[in-house]
């Protein structure tokens, strides 16, 4: 790599051609003209924990605060379809996020909120459907319109083989449900975004930032090329497609890998799909810090990090934002560290001036050059899955599985050679500093108590006659080539719990065994 980087060392196709003004084809500088001028990125701080009433009170401490837009995080047993009270939920409940189990729950987590006026996004995956389906419930006892409802509901399920690991189903029943969703939303909500193409997992996973760019664009040209099989038009769900990526330690690489993304997907859109709808072109992307980059030790040094991955979102120009608290090397943050979280956000839009003019660092010789490599290996990486099958073969033969393991041994060896420097950890420790007594948050042992004993009393409580007729009009439905959500919302409408529904699911669709893969 050269000292500095000048005129010579652009091309005109890096340079001249690409560098549009903000807001035009092919948006590397940004999606609007003014970006941050006209409106600030949504400020979604990510939560959840225990039972619904806790989740509730942290949401509406954070929309207290300032905070822009929910954004809930449920636990394993959710995200894999049990209830609460099934033995294999044991020591999970509520640890990781918060316990959904039925409408009821669904109700509790968002009392007092009003949906039609707040954007939520919901971080699950297999289980989607039902936990979109339940929030659709709870809107229409509230006597909110669906068409009036905002948010994103993630629903990327290839990341979940790839990087994650909370699947459920085989790839391809798992696709249909997710096109399922992606087709019910784009009928019946207009408002709402039905997919988060997920890189942030796979950056988090061990991926290099070339590598979350081109396996995160190669899932969505798999989500596309679905939905086209499925009929739909892609100027009719292009505009409510979304994406997410990381925000890793690399500032510049970051801008860089975020200006190429939407470069990319503007192409690909138009020119491999066709999309006429300029909206169609546009990459929309949420950003969370990347968590892997925290530190136990000394974990203030944490609110540094989260600060510059957040300055490198911006200068990216994302759509919408998630800041880490300090604390959450050692635990789920505490309120104290939340609220610090999104204070960083607000000072950098409120006091540092980098929202005063879209894309501020474009035209920065070394910037264009970055972008400009990243596109290059990006597409590459791109044709080489494209050759190999696409990315539901590449998942099913482990290609970008194998690529993502290798280049996370690299990182941590070069953490472990101190060939790359850790402040704090391998590089000006202080052997005399004594870890703090921070107070972290701690989930109560009482929960999966207490959630048995309130499902028990859902179940005596519902009408069972209702609850059997729906499951069997869902495992009716299932044997059908229709779409599944509306015998889904059914259901959640007559308080059948989510275990029950993926039950019937997993009888028909049977579980995904990765050693059979």
């Known amino acids: 790599m050269p000292d500095f980087y000048k005129p010579e060392d652009l091309t005109d196709l890096d340079y001249d051609t690409n560098l549009a003004d903000p807001g035009k084809y092919p948006f590397t500088r940004g999606l609007y003209p003014n970006m941050y001028k006209g409106r600030l990125w949504t400020m979604r701080q990510y939560a959840g924990f225990g039972d619904a009433s806790k989740t509730n009170e942290r949401f509406r401490y954070l929309l207290q605060q300032g905070q822009t837009g929910l954004s809930v995080a449920f636990d394993l047993p959710t995200q894999l379809g049990y209830d609460s009270d ?142 086209l099989a499925r009929g739909l038009k892609i100027d009719y769900f292009g505009p409510r497609l979304s994406f997410f990526f990381g925000a890793h330690n690399n500032l510049l690489e970051e801008v860089a890998k975020f200006r190429a993304g939407r470069k990319i997907w503007a192409r690909i859109m138009r020119e491999q799909f066709k999309a006429q709808a300029p909206k169609s072109w546009m990459l929309r992307f949420h950003t969370q810090t990347c968590g892997s980059t925290l530190t136990a030790q000394e974990p203030e040094n944490n609110i540094i990090r989260v600060v510059l991955q957040a300055l490198a979102a911006v200068f990216g120009g994302t759509q919408s934002l998630h800041t880490n608290s300090f604390d959450e090397a050692l635990a789920l943050p505490s309120q104290q560290a939340v609220k610090i979280a999104l204070r960083s956000q607000q000072l950098i ?4 001036g980098v929202t005063e003019v879209a894309d501020p660092l474009g035209g920065a010789y070394y910037l264009e050059k970055l972008t400009s490599d990243i596109e290059e290996q990006v597409i590459a990486l791109l044709k080489e899955i494209s050759d190999k099958g696409g990315a539901v073969r590449c998942i099913e033969t482990g290609f970008i599985q194998r690529k993502i393991e290798e280049s996370a041994y690299q990182y941590q060896k070069s953490i472990e050679e101190s060939k790359r420097k850790i402040v704090g950890v391998n590089v000006f420790t202080d052997a005399k500093d004594k870890k703090q007594a921070l107070k972290i948050l701690k989930v109560s042992p009482k929960l999966a108590t207490e959630r048995k004993q309130n499902l028990s009393k859902f179940r005596k409580t519902r009408k069972n006659n209702s609850v059997k007729q729906s499951l069997e009009n869902l495992a009716k439905t299932v ?39």
């Open 349 to 352: 839009g409120y006091e540092s």
């Open 86 to 227: 099934n033995q294999r939920a044991l020591g999970e409940v509520g640890k990781v996020g918060v316990a959904i189990s039925n409408v009821s729950d669904m109700a509790q987590l968002f009392d007092k909120i009003p949906l039609d006026k707040v954007s939520t996004s919901m971080t699950i995956n297999a289980t989607a459907p039902m936990i979109l389906a339940m929030y659709l419930t709870v809107a229409k006892e509230n006597g909110i319109k669906q068409e009036l409802l905002s948010g994103t509901v993630q629903n990327d399920i290839l990341k979940e083989y790839i990087a994650r690991g909370n699947y459920i189903f085989p790839v391809k029943p798992s696709m249909r449900l997710a096109i399922d969703l992606c087709e019910y939303c784009s009928q019946h909500i207009p408002k709402w975004y039905f997919i988060s193409i997920s890189g942030y997992h796979i950056r988090e996973a061990g991926a290099t930032a070339v590598e979350e760019l081109a396996f995160t664009i190669a899932n969505g040209i798999a989500y596309v090329e679905a939905a």
């Open 479 to 517: 044997n059908t080539e229709d779409n599944l959500m509306p015998a889904i919302i059914d259901c959640c409408e007559n308080n059948v719990s989510l275990q029950e529904i993926c039950d019937v699911l997993r009888n028909n669709f049977g579980e995904y065994d990765v050693k059979k893969s």
